[in-house]
């Protein structure tokens, strides 16, 4: 495989996972790269993502590819295939247990696995059911090379993301450094098939085009950090 495989993993849905793999895809630091979606979840939010795009006429954009089979074998094969044809594929895993195919595979065959964790709904419980399982399941992978991070996102408070993270002290789970803040933008840019560079810029209101700018810039950080981790090039500026 030449491209690189970022996967995006969370055991319960609602994670903000194709929010990420959506926005993550055309951030600032891949632009000019190969970039594919390979959309592992049925929910298919992001098939319908592209399908709209096309119907819209827009051009470009990471195209989506929808892979609903619950085999192993064949999921390796298509992963293999989209990372010789692209810089990049991301994947958009199920909500599921980390007993199933998808996420063993995506945890097995990823260079860098993102664990998006949702600020709002965090506790311990939370973090026992969803999260230590999947974490166990990246260090076994990790073992053939997979770096996976957590990330805290809906963030609605910085100072309350202490008490998140508070949750894996005395864990060995890294922390991307940094983190998607709750915006209204990321609710609203994919409708029509847009990214959010295409959108924060028709955005009328004054206040909501900044914060939908922000958000742009939210995404483009994270996008240096997984770039870096990746060993990927990018461009300066
Ligand atoms: N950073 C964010 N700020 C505000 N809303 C968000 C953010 N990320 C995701 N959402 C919203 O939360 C919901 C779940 O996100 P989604 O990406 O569909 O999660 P998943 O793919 O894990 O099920 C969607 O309605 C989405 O628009
Ligand atoms: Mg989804």
Redesign the pocket.
Same mark, same amino acid.
């Given at each position: 495989m030449d491209g690189k495989i970022v996967a995006l993993v969370?055991t319960k849905?609602? /994670?903000?996972? /194709?929010?990420?793999a959506l926005t993550l895809a055309h951030a600032k630091p891949f632009q000019g790269m190969q970039v594919a979606i390979l959309e592992a979840?049925r929910?298919g939010?992001l098939s319908r993502w592209w399908a709209d795009r096309q119907a819209a006429g827009r051009n470009g954009g990471a195209r989506v590819y929808p892979f609903y089979d619950d085999r192993a074998e064949p999921l390796i094969d298509t992963l293999a295939e989209l990372a010789a044809g692209h810089d990049l594929v991301l994947i958009?895993c199920p909500?599921e247990s980390v007993a199933y195919v998808k996420t063993k595979v995506a945890l097995a065959f990823s260079d860098v696995v993102l664990i998006p964790i949702r600020q709002s709904d965090f506790d311990m419980d939370s973090a026992i059911t969803h999260v230590l399982p999947l974490l166990n399941e990246a260090r076994e992978a990790g073992g053939r090379g997979t770096k996976y991070f957590l990330l805290p996102?809906?963030v609605h408070h910085r100072a309350g993301l202490e008490k998140t993270l508070g949750t894996f002290e005395g864990t060995d789970a890294k922390v991307l450094p940094a983190i998607?803040?709750?915006?209204?933008a990321?609710?609203e840019f994919s409708s029509g098939g847009c990214t959010l560079q295409e959108y924060w810029p028709a955005v009328r209101q004054k206040n909501s085009r900044g914060q939908a700018k922000k958000a742009m810039g939210d995404v483009d950080t994270i996008a240096a950090e997984l770039a870096r981790e990746l060993g990927i090039a990018t461009p300066v500026g």
């Open positions: 969370a849905g609602g /994670s903000g996972k /194709s929010t990420l979840d929910q939010s958009d909500g996102v809906m998607l803040p709750y915006r209204k990321f609710t």
